[in-house]
């Protein structure tokens, strides 16, 4: 079964650092990404990175969160610095790959809380 686990949310007071790990099974997925959500707002992309590191971040979070990818444990992770009371969201691991009907297929993670007090 093809799934997402992710792990490593919490509470954590403003400036300080978390890091989230996502575990992917199947070895399928060519692109593996963070998303967020916030109360009230929509789902948000903040990190993604395919099989070849290539990453996209979303300027919010640019030079405070990294992305990272172990191809061989199919494990994705987003190290988050410097946090602030405005990345406070539920944060979803998301895959993407093409099945062999080419279409391209999206699988979510079941969330995990991120929390920032100032």
């Known amino acids: 079964q093809v799934q997402l686990v992710e792990s490593g949310g919490g509470l954590v007071q403003s400036g300080g650092s978390l890091r989230l790990s996502c575990a992917a099974s199947g070895n399928l997925f060519s692109t593996l990404g963070w998303y967020r959500q916030a109360p009230g707002k929509q789902r948000e992309m903040v990190a993604t990175i395919t099989r070849e590191s290539a990453t996209t971040y979303a300027n919010s979070v640019k030079g405070r969160f990294t992305i990272s990818r172990d191809n061989a444990k199919d494990t994705v992770y987003l190290q988050m610095n410097s946090l602030k009371p405005e990345d406070t969201a539920v944060y979803y691991c998301?895959?993407?790959?093409?099945?062999?009907?080419?279409?391209?297929?999206?699988?979510w993670g079941q969330g995990t809380q991120v929390t920032v007090s100032s």
């Open positions: 998301n895959g993407k790959y093409v099945d062999v009907f080419r279409s391209l297929i999206n699988i």
